[in-house]
């Protein structure tokens, strides 16, 4: 007869039982695309979703950023999981419509998430049903350098108008009034999205870069005649320049304003600029009573068509979508929580700025030219801005040249 020790029983009893619980777990597959201190976040947000959720297993599967981008057409087909990563707006739109993101219409019903993510909820929403929740973005905007504007003799604009008023006096004294670097292309096209979103607002530039609406059309060129007013005042080798460089102007005063998204204010400040001199502002109103969007990169996740375990996948979406959630992770990364109900760190102007400029933006939330055209759209179109800017008067040639290539790509 074998004897055991009270002890050794005891803990046998507790292996069995442990292993009995862990047996009993279901298990929700997650395949993402963190970068190590995102991902580091997300993993503490897995923690307190399974210490409230002792019957749920994360299994987080995290891939690169480009590999994830071939993965996920891979995986949604093959073997898809419970949740994926990927992004708002135009981006998600293909998966939709191939019916490989599952509606979760009712994530948001159930949690009140079309309040707390009002902001978002245009981007997330196609065909009046939304297809996965947003958990963070970060704003663009104008960031200025305060000395610039004081050495000028120049006040904050209050509009459009005041803002291409102030070109003239910037240009006075020897100052540009706008700054960027296009020589990777992308910055210009936000410059592009916010004269875009402030002529003709949310609907229309979607439309716009779904394909839509044709580049020669009246209301693309109303877009240019009021970007064509400070062409002449933007920093002249833009073409030849890098974002950084461009940013190094705005530190030196030697330019006074700059479409910018927030990821920048670091570069900024290692430049030497700090709260007191570097401000931001939302971009002035062009057309007069146009409902304000904003431009917001923003992250998402979604359930995958084929998951197998759909109901802790909108269980975890829920939580994910939560006000207190959205908080720990965005605070980890310095980014914007998308839901309003979250709070940002107090002691960062921009963000406490960002953070009320989105949450208040009633007319939409643009992701960025790049990710709401196709590539091949998004490439062509980025080549026009940056010409336009060198070269206004191509612009007739340039619009042609944009036409032709909607009507070859998006057949």
């Known amino acids: 007869m074998v004897r055991f020790a009270k002890g050794t029983t005891a803990l046998m009893a507790a292996l069995l039982l442990s292993t009995a619980a862990h047996a009993q777990q279901r298990v929700l597959k997650y395949n993402a695309d963190y970068d190590p201190i995102p991902l580091a976040a997300m993993e503490a947000l897995i923690a307190d979703f399974e210490a409230a959720n002792p019957d749920i297993d994360v299994q987080l599967n995290n891939f690169d950023h480009e590999g994830y981008k071939t993965a996920i057409r891979n995986f949604l087909t093959a073997d898809a999981p419970d949740l994926a990563n990927w992004y708002a707006g135009n981006r998600m739109a293909p998966f939709v419509a191939a019916g490989q993101f599952m509606d979760v ?120 005649a009021q970007w064509a007013r400070i062409q002449p005042y933007i920093t002249k080798n833009h073409a030849a320049i890098d974002w950084q460089d461009a940013a190094a102007l705005l530190v030196q005063g030697k330019a006074a304003n700059y479409v910018m998204g927030n990821f920048a204010v670091g570069t900024f400040k290692e430049g030497g600029m700090t709260n007191d001199n ?35 996948a909108k269980k975890f979406l829920a939580f994910v979508a939560s006000a207190d959630a959205q908080t720990k992770w965005n605070n980890a990364q310095g980014q914007l929580p998308v839901n309003k109900n979250s709070t940002v760190n107090s002691e960062d102007p921009y963000l406490v700025a960002g953070f009320e400029m989105l949450s208040t933006a009633t007319g939409g939330i643009a992701q960025f030219f790049d990710r709401d055209a196709p590539a091949e759209m998004a490439k062509a179109g980025m080549e026009g801005f940056q010409e336009f800017m060198v070269k206004p008067e191509n612009l007739d040639a340039i619009l042609e040249r944009l036409e032709k290539a909607r009507q070859r790509i998006y057949k």
């Open 105 to 224: 219409s009712d994530v948001w019903a159930e949690n009140g998430l079309n309040e707390a993510l009002g902001s978002a909820a245009a981007s997330m929403t196609i065909d009046g049903k939304q297809w996965g929740v947003p958990y963070t973005y970060y704003q663009w905007g104008i960031y200025f350098n305060r000395d610039a504007y004081k050495a000028a003799g120049v006040e904050e604009p209050k509009n459009w108008d005041e803002f291409v008023s102030n070109c003239e006096k910037f240009a006075a004294a020897g100052i540009d009034c706008l700054t960027t670097g296009t020589k990777a292309l992308w910055p210009g096209a936000g410059i592009f999205d916010y004269m875009s979103l402030r002529t003709n607002g949310y609907e229309w530039h979607m439309d716009l870069t779904a394909g839509r609406v044709e580049w020669t059309d009246q209301k693309v060129k109303d877009v240019f």
């Open 278 to 312: 570097l401000g931001f502002m939302v971009f002035p109103e062009i057309t007069p009573g146009l409902a304000r969007a904003e431009e917001a990169p923003t992250d998402t996740i979604h359930i995958p068509a084929g998951a197998k375990n759909v109901e802790d």
